[in-house]
């Protein structure tokens, strides 16, 4: 018998995606029950901050040697089915609601030569989450960044099966962390009684080799148990996969054969001490490959959690405040090919708007909002519909310096939004964008740009100005 083996193309970084379960296509969360009581235990915390709630082995004085030795004794002294019972306590289901356009082919062939449409549609994702932390008003709860990004709505499903409606407290895209908090006035009095919060254990502390548990709402089923080993640490990954040097700036991974399967993102991995040692985060994907999950290490993160549990949580206000300003992004191709810092960069400046009173001038880049890191005009533009009009925000900006650029950092009291139509107009001017060719944009684009910023001392920026089309322009003032 004559047998082919069909070799796999590539190997491909899957991020689990809240995204990636659409409308219809996962069958919600079960409803679990049988669990033991317990109550929701607080994370220590003062009148003003929320910390995370480490180890007893952490917080002792390291010369105590007979605490040391006790621990070591103990270590490790639990089954699966013991961390399984008590971490299930401390995971939730997340689930994410969002509007998505969705390109419909079906009269591409149709008469008049239709080339198809596009229509929006609500997309459901799901993920997963870590009690992390309680306040006097909100129960918190740690997740990754890509399970919230783009959601209009979440909500976090409790091991008693009952759901709760959450808001995101704030997140850091680059280390792919967030926080959600639901009121506690919101949760039952039945699910505060099965619910804990998860305790912090050491990832510094990991051996190779070592068994460690994975809990989470994989393929939105509901909460779900994996186990394996810990097979290497201080992984650091791009996004496609491949292995970065030590020096990056990455975050450092846990990599672990435990399954990580969609839904799992944000969930726990669980030292045989029942301790978070790692957020579930991401796997690789091939038919060349198995057993190749990653975490993002507990231990480089708790000061970013830390911060993000005690950020003011924000809606979406209806009428946000503006900067008055237009931009282009500066994409990250854009930003390496040029030598342009990547960010929003501010091509004018409404005369009297908020950003012209704050000092902020034409050939500025943008590159953070509150605190928050900006890439493009798009991200900008969304970080603004969660600020009143009035409220002063700190923007750091990059101002060009001869052929370097310096960082400076303004405060801006945000303006009234003066174009009620101004979001309709943003999305003409999108689907103006969209439908030109790059070298169309390019060309139509130069004599403004030449106007707009004459002889810089910056070449490279004009070099960017004259010649670069990875960037998206916004003829409105936002």
């Known amino acids: 018998m004559r047998k082919k083996v069909k070799k796999a193309a590539g190997i491909a970084l899957c991020a689990v995606l809240a995204g990636g379960l659409a409308a219809g296509s996962?069958?919600?969360?079960?409803?679990?029950?049988?669990?033991n009581s317990s109550s929701v235990e607080a994370a220590s915390s003062n009148k003003e901050n929320t910390t995370l709630l480490q180890t007893k082995s952490d917080k002792k004085d390291k010369s105590d040697s007979s605490d040391e030795s006790d621990s070591s004794k103990t270590k490790g002294s639990l089954d699966v089915s013991d961390?399984?019972?008590?971490?299930?306590?401390s995971v939730v289901a997340i689930t994410t609601k969002s509007v998505q356009d969705v390109q419909n082919y079906l009269g591409y062939y149709g008469f008049g030569g239709s080339q198809g449409y596009t229509t929006q549609q609500e997309v459901e994702g799901?993920?997963?989450?870590?009690?992390?932390?309680?306040?006097?008003?909100?129960?918190?709860?740690?997740?990754?960044?890509?399970?919230v990004d783009g959601a209009d709505t979440v909500s976090v499903t409790c091991i008693d099966g009952e759901t709760y409606e959450a808001t995101v407290n704030g997140y850091d895209e680059d280390k792919d962390l967030a926080v959600v908090s639901v009121a506690l006035s919101d949760i039952s009095d039945d699910t505060m009684d099965q619910i804990q919060v998860a305790t912090m254990g050491s990832s510094d502390d990991l051996k190779v080799g070592e068994q460690v548990v994975a809990i989470g709402n994989a393929l939105g089923y509901g909460q779900s148990v994996t186990t394996g080993i810990v097979s290497a640490k201080n992984r650091k990954l791009n996004s496609d996969g491949s292995e970065?040097?030590?020096?990056?700036?990455?975050?450092?991974?846990?990599?672990?054969?435990?399954?990580?399967?969609p839904g799992n993102s944000g969930g726990a991995l669980l030292n045989m001490d029942g301790e978070v040692v790692g957020i579930?985060?991401?796997?690789?994907?091939?038919?060349?490959?198995?057993?190749?999950?990653?975490?993002?290490?507990?231990?480089?993160?708790?000061?970013t959690l830390e911060q993000l549990m005690n950020e003011t949580p924000r809606d979406k206000v209806d009428n946000h405040g503006v900067l008055g300003i237009t931009g282009m992004s500066v994409s990250e191709e854009a930003s390496q090919y040029y030598g342009v810092?990547?960010?929003?960069?501010?091509?004018?400046?409404?005369?009297?708007?908020?950003?012209?009173?704050?000092?902020?001038?034409?050939?500025s880049i943008i590159t953070e909002f509150d605190g928050k890191r900006v890439r493009s005009i798009d991200e900008l533009v969304s970080r603004l519909e969660y600020y009143e009009p009035g409220e002063e925000v700190d923007v750091t900006i990059e101002v060009a310096n001869g052929d370097s650029y310096k960082e400076k950092t303004v405060t801006v009291t945000l303006g009234e939004n003066p174009d009620a139509d101004s979001q309709d107009s943003k999305d003409e001017s999108k689907d103006d964008q969209d439908q030109?060719?790059?070298d169309d944009q390019g060309d139509g684009n130069q004599d403004q740009d030449e106007e707009q910023f004459g002889d810089s001392?910056?070449?490279?920026?004009?070099?960017f100005l004259e010649n670069g089309t990875s960037y998206e322009r916004y003829y409105n003032v936002w």
Do not use: C, R
């Open 436 to 438: 030109g060719k790059p």
């Open 341 to 363: 810092p990547e960010g929003v960069l501010v091509s004018e400046v409404t005369e009297g708007g908020a950003a012209d009173k704050a000092g902020i001038k034409a050939k």
């Open 83 to 89: 961390i399984a019972a008590e971490g299930m306590k």
């Open 244 to 261: 970065e040097s030590e020096d990056s700036d990455a975050v450092n991974l846990i990599q672990t054969d435990a399954a990580i399967n």
């Open 126 to 147: 799901s993920g997963s989450g870590i009690i992390i932390g309680k306040n006097d008003d909100s129960l918190l709860i740690a997740t990754n960044y890509h399970v």
């Open 280 to 303: 579930n985060s991401a796997k690789l994907a091939s038919t060349e490959v198995e057993g190749m999950g990653y975490a993002i290490s507990i231990s480089d993160v708790t000061d």
């Open 26 to 35: 996962f069958e919600g969360v079960n409803a679990l029950t049988g669990w």
């Open 457 to 463: 001392t910056d070449s490279l920026l004009q070099d």
